[in-house]
């Protein structure tokens, strides 16, 4: 199968889950804020992986949000299969994204940093 025609079928699955988990699930567990930052799907499209970045008050609070999510697997993939027009719809595995939490903390660490030396600096001039 083509590349490009996986890049598109990602792109749309991520945009459909998106909407799906926004605003379809109706679960009271789901409290904290959810991302969907990418959908990787298999050559066959049997299988997708669904990359999730959560953001909440507390680590608890994650946790149960996801665990929501994994047991809504079956009816996301339901509305998915009537969202996206396509022969198969793919077994559903979400996994979480902790690479913008990496990131944020690597930028807190710099700020850190580059705050240690300009007083560093300071002083120097003094």
């Known amino acids: 199968m ?3 025609r996986l890049e598109r079928i990602n792109e749309e699955y991520k945009k459909a889950l998106s909407t799906i988990i926004a605003d379809e699930v109706r679960d009271p567990r789901i409290t904290a804020m959810v991302s969907v930052t990418g959908a990787d799907v298999t050559n066959d499209l049997k299988q997708c992986k669904v990359y999730l970045s959560i953001y909440g008050t507390s680590k608890e609070e994650e946790d149960e949000t996801f665990a929501a999510i994994n047991n809504a697997r079956g009816f996301i993939r339901t509305r998915l ?14 996994i979480r994204d902790t690479s913008i939490d990496y990131g944020m903390k690597m930028d807190e660490l710099i700020k850190k940093i580059s705050g240690e030396e300009g007083s560093g600096e300071e002083r120097e001039d003094q």
């Not at 396509?86 to 595995?93: A, D, I, Q, S």
Request: glycine share 0%; no cysteine.
């Open 2 to 4: 083509a590349n490009h």
């Open 81 to 94: 299969s009537r969202t996206v027009n396509l022969r198969n719809t793919p077994e559903l595995k979400f």
